[in-house]
């Protein structure tokens, strides 16, 4: 499938086929597409992915999430959350390699940009885990398979759930699977005239 067959054909599906099974090394598959292509501010890949394989912990999911069938009914489900000290923690590990006038200009920089500053570190979560969870839909896609991005549930009861380390934040969750309805038609899209401006607000 081409790339622009699979933005056009991707669709938020709400009901899957809940006897479809993918594997775990197909989802972990699928998964490391975006985590090795999706892009993130100075490569920091603040990303932190959990799978949810547990039935239970589907069920317990759904029931905060506004019921959404799609919680327990997709065959995977991906709460995708992100690390606020990404940026402190694997800046080595991801740019360590880098040649040294490299290094001399970006770890002063990292620092700069993100230390005291939770609005960028949880801002920068949200950058990264939009871009993510597209390449994530889209790979799908590509793959046979449909796809729902999903903010409707209860943050706080989900992080619960999870048991959400502190410093890692939720963005949005992901179910993945077969679609057994249809898209809503398209509708309401806003138009580029509406929307878009050019050199100033
Ligand atoms: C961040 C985000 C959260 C969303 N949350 C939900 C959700 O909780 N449940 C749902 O059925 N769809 C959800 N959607 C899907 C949107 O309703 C859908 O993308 C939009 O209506 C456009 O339709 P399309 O994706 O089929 O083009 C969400 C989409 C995004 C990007």
Redesign the pocket.
């Known amino acids: 499938m081409n790339t622009l067959d699979a933005i056009i054909q991707?669709?938020?599906?709400?009901n899957f086929d809940s006897k479809y099974v993918m594997t775990l090394e197909e989802k972990k598959s699928l998964l490391n597409i975006a985590l090795q292509n999706a892009p993130s501010a100075f490569n920091l890949q603040h990303w932190r992915p959990l799978l949810i394989e547990d039935p239970a912990q589907r069920v317990a999911i759904r029931k905060v999430?506004?019921d959404?069938p799609?919680v327990t009914d997709a065959s995977m489900l991906v709460v995708l959350c992100g690390d606020l000290s990404s940026w402190e923690s694997k800046v080595k590990n991801i740019l360590g390699e880098a040649d040294e006038p490299v290094r001399n200009f970006i770890f002063p920089a990292i620092d700069k940009y993100y230390r005291n500053k939770p609005q960028v570190q949880r801002d920068e979560i949200m950058r990264s885990n939009?871009i993510f969870?597209q390449t994530l839909m889209l790979a799908a896609k590509a793959k046979g398979y449909d796809s729902?991005?999903?903010?409707?549930?209860d943050f706080d009861a989900v992080s619960r759930i999870i048991n959400k380390p502190d410093h890692y934040e939720i963005?949005?969750?992901v179910g993945i699977g077969k679609g057994i309805s249809q898209?809503?038609p398209?509708i309401g899209k806003l138009s580029i005239d509406e929307t878009t401006k050019i050199d100033r607000f």
């Open positions: 991707r669709r938020a599906i709400k999430a506004w959404q799609q939009g969870a729902c991005p999903m903010d409707g549930f963005s949005l969750m898209a809503y398209r």
